[in-house]
């Protein structure tokens, strides 16, 4: 059964740093996309960022731009977002996603309905 499950999430103060990790499990994550998502109260689910299955190719939401950092360990069958920079504005819960690709693609979107499988999310809160 294909899954993933996101970790790392948690409080933190402004200008603090957290890693997200997105364990893939039921398939190997060298062969999809996946991307990262975060949706806030009372807000639409907003893309953050992307890598490609070849890893080669990385895509960034202007609001974490030089901030965020997006890589991929497929020995590990995992995905990790570096979170630098936090402010209150990034107050989300966070979701990773997949797309089945050719194992050397070099796309990826962060369209939340290019997807097909998600995972169930991780809590990140910036508050002093």
């Known amino acids: 059964q294909l899954q993933l499950v996101e970790s790392g999430g948690g409080l933190v103060q402004p200008g603090g740093s957290l890693r997200l990790s997105c364990a893939a499990s039921?398939?190997?994550?060298?062969?999809?996309?996946i991307g990262w998502f975060r949706q806030a109260p009372g807000k639409e689910r907003e893309g953050v960022s992307c890598i490609s299955s070849s890893g080669g190719s990385t895509n960034y939401a202007d609001s974490v731009k030089g901030r965020f950092t997006i890589s991929r360990d497929n020995a590990k069958n995992t995905v990790f977002l570096q979170m630098n920079s936090l402010n209150p504005e990034d107050t989300a819960v966070y979701y990773c996603?997949?797309?089945?690709?050719?194992?050397?693609?070099?796309?990826?979107?962060?369209?939340?309905?290019?997807?097909?499988?998600w995972g169930q999310g991780t809590q990140v809160t910036v508050s002093s």
């Open positions: 039921g398939f190997t994550v060298g062969y999809y996309a």
């Open positions: 996603a997949a797309r089945r690709r050719d194992y050397y693609s070099s796309d990826c979107r962060i369209w939340g309905s290019w997807y097909d499988y």
